[in-house]
């Protein structure tokens, strides 16, 4: 079983930045693509950022320029950094894994989560 624990929510700004980190308990994640997800009030859990085991990235569009996904396998941990922030960016944020090592959009493809972490850009 892997364990995902979230971490650097918290309340900014519009305009400010933001850097989440989630640290993984699994054996194997060097091998796993990484994503993080996010669910406002509401609102269908949408991807945000993935990044493959080989750290090819992704990016929704709504992000694209402003997050940077990264990983860090040799501490086992996938970062979020996330600049220029707008209110729309108002959710709990979800850091997951996969079994397999490529991006996958879908929530489905994710077989481990974090319990979330709250991201509030106030105007």
């Known amino acids: 079983q892997v364990q995902l624990v979230e971490s650097g929510g918290g309340l900014v700004q519009a305009g400010g930045s933001l850097r989440l980190s989630c640290a993984s308990s699994?054996?194997?994640?060097?091998?796993?693509?990484m994503g993080w997800f996010r669910q406002a009030p509401g609102k269908e859990r949408e991807l945000v950022a993935a990044?493959?085991?080989?750290?090819?990235?992704f990016y929704a569009d709504s992000v694209e320029g402003r997050f940077t996904i990264s990983r860090d396998n040799a501490k086992n941990t996938v970062d979020l950094q996330m600049n220029s922030l707008k209110t729309e960016d108002t959710a709990v944020y979800y850091c997951?894994?996969?079994?397999?090592?490529?991006?996958?959009?879908?929530?489905?493809?994710?077989?481990?989560w974090g319990q979330g972490t709250q991201v509030t850009v106030s105007s």
């Open positions: 997951a894994a996969s079994k397999w090592g490529s991006v996958s959009t879908t929530s489905r493809n994710y077989d481990y």
């Open positions: 990044i493959s085991s080989g750290g090819i990235t």
């Open positions: 699994g054996r194997t994640f060097s091998r796993n693509a």
